[in-house]
């Protein structure tokens, strides 16, 4: 286990050691006053839309309002840097996501970052993301994709919606696996994406899968893999990438975390009352609906994907050179 992931989980698990009295005391008290959901997202996103929904089911649950506040910019670190910033008293929450573990290595000049200034609470969700071609490309399968890029070196657009953000990594980790040459081409967002590869300016894209399916089942684009570890029940046809490509899996997921220093039974609280909202039936057919798998869990858990996702992609950062100021 390397230094990062050492520290963080050291992070994760040395919250938990405080007076037996403080804890109780807590336990009685919180929470007292509305709280707050930091999102690294503008409304109307998918993670910004899970964020509801948890934070209405919370709200239900603990008595207190759960504000969501939307602080899109700079790649998540404008959310994670007002959380991390926050009193660590448990009403400033953060919406941890992808991206700040991959911004560990992104931006390395960061002087706050998800594993050394966020207690791990609890996970949300993972969702995979699918391979699309443009309906006229040659490839039907990921295998022919494969062959297809090594016979054309160089002549293989992949589009992305942003640089150094999932739907990029996709594609360098795909790279970096398979040994295939093709151009990066980034656009502002995933509309801009999907119309990109529709007509053709593109050839390939890794999306999501919840805003790639209504363009899959049209017809519009062509999905040939996805990269999680089990078929996904929207696309229950398209195979798994990592069927060709062992070991290549990717999913993006959602948690949530609290400033350094937030009391171990203010996060324990906070666990529970996310997995009772993960399992009411509102939140589970929301997110069914938009194709995203509800992933319960402990801390420790959480402590322990945030570490492995930021060791996994801070490799794919390094072997694709980026960098982010």
């Given at each position: 286990m390397n230094t990062l992931r050492r520290r963080f989980?050291?992070?994760?698990?040395?919250?938990?050691?405080?007076?037996?009295?403080?804890?109780?005391?807590g336990a009685q008290t919180y929470p007292s006053r509305p709280m707050s959901l930091i999102v690294f997202v503008p409304a109307g996103?998918?993670?910004?839309?899970?964020?509801?929904?948890?934070?209405?089911?919370?709200?239900?649950?603990?008595?207190?309002?759960?504000?969501?506040?939307?602080?899109?910019?700079?790649?998540?670190?404008?959310?994670?840097?007002?959380?991390?910033?926050?009193?660590?008293?448990?009403?400033?929450?953060?919406?941890?996501?992808?991206?700040?573990?991959?911004?560990v290595t992104l931006y390395e000049k960061n002087t706050v970052t998800v594993t050394r200034d966020i207690v791990p609470v609890a996970s949300i969700n993972q969702d995979s993301f699918v391979l699309l071609v443009n309906p006229s490309f040659p490839a039907k399968g990921v295998a022919e994709f494969i062959s297809y890029a090594?016979?054309?070196?160089?002549?293989?657009?992949?589009?992305?919606?942003?640089?150094?953000?999932?739907?990029?990594?996709?594609s360098e980790l795909f790279r970096m696996m398979t040994g295939i040459d093709v151009v990066h081409v980034p656009y502002r967002g995933t509309p801009a994406a999907h119309s990109a590869l529709m007509a053709g300016d593109v050839?390939?894209?890794?999306?999501?899968?919840?805003?790639?399916?209504?363009?899959i089942q049209s017809g519009s684009l062509r999905?040939?893999?996805?990269?999680?570890?089990?078929?996904?029940?929207?696309?229950?046809?398209?195979?798994?990438?990592?069927?060709?490509?062992?070991?290549?899996?990717?999913?993006?997921?959602?948690?949530?975390?609290?400033?350094?220093?937030?009391a171990a039974d203010i996060v324990e609280r906070l666990n529970?009352?996310?997995?009772?909202?993960?399992?009411?039936?509102?939140?589970?057919?929301?997110?069914?609906?938009?194709?995203?798998?509800?992933?319960?869990?402990?801390?420790?858990?959480?402590?322990?994907?945030?570490?492995?996702?930021?060791e996994k992609w801070s490799k794919v950062v390094k072997f694709a050179g980026l960098k982010a100021e």
């Amino acid at each position: 286990m390397n230094t990062l992931r050492r520290r963080f989980l050291h992070l994760a698990i040395g919250s938990t050691a405080l007076p037996m009295v403080s804890l109780i005391a807590g336990a009685q008290t919180y929470p007292s006053r509305p709280m707050s959901l930091i999102v690294f997202v503008p409304a109307g996103g998918t993670p910004d839309i899970i964020a509801r929904l948890i934070g209405q089911s919370m709200s239900r649950q603990l008595g207190q309002p759960v504000v969501i506040d939307n602080r899109p910019g700079g790649g998540g670190n404008l959310a994670l840097a007002a959380v991390a910033r926050a009193p660590a008293d448990g009403y400033t929450l953060l919406l941890v996501a992808t991206p700040h573990a991959i911004n560990v290595t992104l931006y390395e000049k960061n002087t706050v970052t998800v594993t050394r200034d966020i207690v791990p609470v609890a996970s949300i969700n993972q969702d995979s993301f699918v391979l699309l071609v443009n309906p006229s490309f040659p490839a039907k399968g990921v295998a022919e994709f494969i062959s297809y890029a090594k016979a054309n070196p160089g002549k293989i657009n992949m589009a992305s919606s942003g640089t150094g953000n999932l739907t990029h990594l996709c594609s360098e980790l795909f790279r970096m696996m398979t040994g295939i040459d093709v151009v990066h081409v980034p656009y502002r967002g995933t509309p801009a994406a999907h119309s990109a590869l529709m007509a053709g300016d593109v050839q390939a894209f890794f999306d999501a899968v919840g805003s790639s399916v209504p363009h899959i089942q049209s017809g519009s684009l062509r999905a040939l893999g996805v990269t999680g570890t089990e078929r996904v029940s929207v696309l229950p046809d398209i195979p798994l990438i990592g069927d060709v490509v062992p070991g290549y899996v990717v999913t993006g997921w959602l948690g949530v975390g609290v400033p350094k220093g937030t009391a171990a039974d203010i996060v324990e609280r906070l666990n529970q009352e996310i997995n009772a909202a993960l399992a009411d039936p509102v939140v589970k057919a929301r997110m069914a609906d938009i194709g995203s798998e509800p992933l319960p869990g402990s801390t420790a858990e959480f402590a322990n994907l945030v570490a492995r996702e930021t060791e996994k992609w801070s490799k794919v950062v390094k072997f694709a050179g980026l960098k982010a100021e």
